[in-house]
């Protein structure tokens, strides 16, 4: 057998090995985590009642006219689209709609179905389900605070949450409406919706208003009272000495601020750029699919189509690289918002990393190399205590509203990681291995 074939088979062992080990992990912290007093339905979710009575002990009240409570009004207003100004009348039709499946083919799947008010506002799932039981290739993204980012989904691809709102209804793998005019039959007939759409817009039914308005509901999903805030004003106390080492070590050693700064002014720690920082290396050849991915698209250019692609093909993998066709690009995606990071796991656009000691043992060796990693990615050689101080910090950044799920959410992790630790590479963390030596060895798969 020749050495070519022999590291082949050793790289296809390896890999298969770790990915197993890794959705065991993703399924038993799940299981572990979950709340078995709150009622379920058929995808895992909170039925929809659940859900709305525990919205409505979360939100409290707030004239949703006015900036969130904290907020410079200067500010928040540039959050806001100039066709669609917040009224109460728009915000409730978009709650309703948020929560209603008849949005979806089968009846089944609605925006709440992978956004769960009880789940952290994502559904805490590597990738979601959808209708039929269809599975995407994509983690959901909580919608706390998405106001507030600049660009939505992990490739950026869409420039408004009124534009998001449109996109899984009418994707086959998640709501799978055929068409627009089909998603509004399902509604158009309710009594309620046609007084509410006349109410919210002063016009009959359409989908871009339908998007409207389940963007100006999400708009009021803004939770950033954290504990960290709370320090950052000022109150020592606040948080943990060991979660204030791990702040220190954020923003130096640990290098973290680099891409999710955390200030005063910028409290969602994200810089609303994208990057590649190795996780679709492990197992993607990106010029391959980077070919396959530019023949599609210009088979058919259409926002639809790319939509389909990122959620439902491998060609997901390619990041930001299907929007923009830029080389640069290949592999890199939306820095997350690292606010509420405690409870909206597991982490990564694929959500392969169930735990956040897999993510700092990601960075801390360096990521995957590959030709495309981003320039700002080495190892970091933490050690397991600055590991764990990181971690302490992280969890300081949940809304206080959500203190016991992050709590949970903490002991679940924690037990994990004391099992296994899939992404841990201390060689490569201290430089005592270098990432052409596993090039040469046959250790890497699609690096080259």
């Known amino acids: 057998m020749s050495y070519r074939m022999v590291c082949f088979q050793r790289r296809t062992v390896r890999g298969l090995c770790v990915g197993l080990i890794v959705v065991a992990s993703l399924w038993s912290l799940a299981a572990a985590a979950q709340s078995p007093e709150i009622p379920r339905g058929k995808h895992g979710d909170a039925t929809a009642e659940y859900q709305m009575e525990r919205l409505k002990q979360l939100s409290g009240s707030w004239d949703v006219t006015q900036a969130p409570a904290g907020f410079d009004p200067v500010v928040w207003a540039a959050f806001i689209p100039q066709d669609n100004p917040m009224t109460p009348e728009r915000v409730e039709l978009g709650r309703k709609l948020y929560f209603d499946t008849r949005l979806s083919r089968d009846n089944s799947v609605s925006c709440a179905t992978c956004h769960d ?24 993204p909580t919608t706390l605070n998405g106001a507030l980012l600049q660009t939505l989904f992990w490739d950026g691809r869409s420039p408004t949450l009124d534009h998001q709102a449109r996109q899984p209804i009418l994707n086959p793998i998640e709501m799978g409406m055929p068409d627009e005019a089909a998603a509004l039959k399902a509604i158009r007939d309710v009594p309620e919706y046609q007084e509410a759409f006349k109410k919210a817009f002063g016009r009959e039914m359409n989908y871009e208003d339908l998007g409207r308005a389940i963007g100006a509901f999400e708009r009021t ?4 009272d954290s504990p960290f805030r ?24 640990g290098r973290c601020m680099t891409c999710h700064p955390m200030n005063p002014s910028n409290p969602l720690g994200t810089d609303n750029r994208f990057h590649n920082v190795g996780v679709s ?9 980077a070919k396959k991915a530019v023949a599609a698209l210009a088979e058919d ?75 700002g990615i080495e190892p970091l050689a933490l050690t397991e205590e600055e590991i764990d101080q990181l971690v302490a910090f992280l969890f300081t950044l949940t809304d206080a509203r959500f203190a016991e799920e992050n709590q949970r959410q903490f002991g679940a992790q924690q037990a994990a990681a004391k099992k296994q630790r899939p992404f841990r ?24």
């Open 117 to 140: 008010v009880t789940r952290g506002f994502t559904d805490q799932r590597p990738v979601s389900e959808g209708i039929e039981g269809k599975l995407g290739k994509r983690n959901a």
């Open 221 to 224: 999903l803004v939770f950033v």
């Open 230 to 253: 709370k320090f950052l004003r000022g109150d020592a106390a606040a948080i943990s000495p060991q979660a204030r080492a791990g702040w220190e070590l954020f923003n130096g050693k």
């Open 281 to 289: 290396a492990r197992h993607q050849d990106f010029e391959a699919l």
């Open 301 to 375: 250019p259409s926002e639809q189509k790319l939509d389909e692609l990122a959620v439902g093909t491998d060609l997901g993998e390619m990041g930001r690289f299907m929007v923009t066709h830029n080389r640069a690009d290949m592999g890199a995606f939306r820095t997350p918002l690292i606010l509420n990071i405690g409870i909206t796991g597991p982490y990564m656009h694929d959500g392969s990393m169930a735990t956040l000691w897999d993510v700092l043992d990601h960075y801390n060796k360096g990521g995957e190399a590959n030709p495309f990693l981003d320039g």
């Open 425 to 448: 590479d201390e060689a490569m963390a201290l430089r005592q291995t270098l990432p052409f030596e596993k090039r040469v060895t046959g250790e890497k798969t699609k690096d080259k």
